[in-house]
């Protein structure tokens, strides 16, 4: 793991998007994984930026994001289908054929894991994943638990996970229980990874993740057995370390 900690948000989100420009520029076919919530906001913002300045291009590029909520569909706002749609795809010169997100609502929900990691698999495997991190250490919808699960799945989310996303929704009732999420061993597949944590809310998590023990318990804690996980924290998150 390579820890580096800035002194605000906005400098968090442009180092974060300098390695997503990096990884364009060097691969216009790059593979990339990707994440909502609050913490890829400002490096989406930054990568819109330089699209639109011509700096990259994402005509060649591939996204598979981590997840997804059951029980919404596609075209309800609070889908991470129309997140995407609102904070990146819709404003990049993405071909929306080459996105993937999994289908919370599909009949096959097994089918549908197992056809999203084939899907993975045959684009040629992830180069760089985005990642946030839950208070409680969840990577994806990979939530704390006694074992680690590996290929795509669905998650019954933490009751903390839920409280954390209703600030998204209007009542804490609405936001669904369970999720489709990439499994730890898929992420861990992914050739690169960068992670955001910014906010005293993630300074325990951060902790836990980077001085703990490899645990399931602290799903982002595999993340110190990766080869290239590059952690961007501000002083807040870092605060514990
Ligand atoms: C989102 C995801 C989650 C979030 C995490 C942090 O696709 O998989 O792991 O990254 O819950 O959320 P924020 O960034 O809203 O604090």
Redesign the pocket.
Known sequence: MEIRVFDSEQRVGEAAAARFIEQLRNKPDSVLGM?????PLIMYGLLIDACRAGTISFADAVTF???EYCGLDAADPHS?HSYMRKNLFDRIDIDPANTHIPNGNAADITAECAAYDAAIESAGGIDLQV????GNG????NEPSDAFSYGTFVVDLAES?IE?NKRFFTRAEDVPRRAVTMGVGSIMNARSIVLIATGAKKAQAVRDMIRGGVTPACPASILQNHPDALILLDGPAASLL
């Open positions: 994440a909502t919530g609050s913490s994001n981590l997840d991470y990642l946030g991190i839950g969840h990577i994806g919808f996970t954390a």
